[in-house]
């Protein structure tokens, strides 16, 4: 009876991840496509499947502050009850985010990390990897002083 239940719950595990990364696949398509200037060629483009691989393959954690997955949920659940706000976490905050760290490229696993909503959403099109790397230290070091805070 147990191993079925943990056989059932991995089960569900793999189908929410292979549904967040066809959406998350979707919209940094949908992103690309959208971009004026860049070398983005339809036939150049991830495809799918290597996309897929690749998320499986990246550390779960932000490549800019470090947060990892363990702790980027916890943020998520001091958010769900109000003690961290965070307007837009119906739609972002949850889970980490395709960054490019050129912007002037497209969506390749080269050009790509992972990096949580804080990160991505400071980091904009203006810093490049390097440039943002102090800004990723001190958000990493103010979203860990929130989850202490808490705990
Ligand atoms: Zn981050």
Redesign the pocket.
């Known amino acids: 009876m147990k191993t079925r239940n943990s056989k059932t719950h991995a089960n569900q595990d793999d189908k929410d991840l292979a549904n967040k990364l066809s959406h998350l696949y979707f919209s940094i398509k949908a992103r690309d496509k959208k971009r004026v200037g860049i070398s983005w060629k339809q036939k150049d483009f991830w495809s799918s499947t290597a996309f897929k691989l690749w998320y499986k393959k990246q550390p779960k954690q ?1 490549a ?4 990892k997955k363990e702790e980027l949920d916890k943020i998520s659940e001091l958010v769900k009850h109000g003690k961290i706000i965070n307007k837009r976490s119906k739609t972002r905050g949850n889970s980490f985010e395709v960054d490019r760290k050129n912007d002037k490229i497209g969506y390749t696993a080269k050009n790509c990390c992972l ?2 909503y ?3 959403n400071a980091k904009t099109d203006t810093f490049s990897k390097k440039e943002f790397k102090l800004i ?1 230290e001190a ?2 070091n103010a ?1 860990k002083r929130k989850i202490k805070k808490y705990n």
């Open positions: 932000c800019y502050c470090g947060i990096a949580c804080w990160c991505n990723g958000i990493g979203l």
